[in-house]
């Protein structure tokens, strides 16, 4: 069974860091490409980042230069380092991956930043 757990939300100001972690299990963790979304209140779920198996990364243009993906194979981790939040980030943020053919979302880490 493929679980995705995210931690690391919160309450942040103008300008602060979070750093999410989502931890994965049920899947091959080093062969899936990861991924982050986020989805703000009356909006729709967009992606902010992915990163390959390989490392490759990918990143919204809303958050190039602000945010940072990551991952460690031998914890089955995925992270999400944001820096420079800004209110306009404020949303609930959901780790993603697909495996086997289908689709599998963590339960959301709310992510909120007050200007």
């Known amino acids: 069974q493929v679980h995705l757990v995210e931690s690391g939300g919160g309450l942040v100001q103008t300008g602060g860091s979070l750093r999410l972690s989502c931890a994965a299990s049920?899947?091959?963790?080093?062969?899936?490409?990861m991924a982050w979304y986020h989805q703000a209140p009356g909006k729709q779920r967009e992606l902010v980042a992915q990163?390959?198996?390989?490392?490759?990364?990918n990143y919204a243009d809303s958050v190039k230069g602000r945010f940072t993906i990551s991952r460690d194979n031998a914890k089955n981790m995925v992270y999400l380092q944001m820096n420079s939040l800004k209110p306009e980030d404020t949303a609930v943020y959901y780790c993603?991956?697909?495996?086997?053919?289908?689709?599998?979302w963590g339960q959301g880490t709310q992510v909120t930043v007050s200007s």
């Open positions: 049920g899947i091959n963790f080093s062969r899936s490409t």
């Open positions: 990163i390959t198996r390989g490392g490759s990364t």
């Open positions: 993603y991956t697909e495996w086997i053919g289908r689709t599998y």
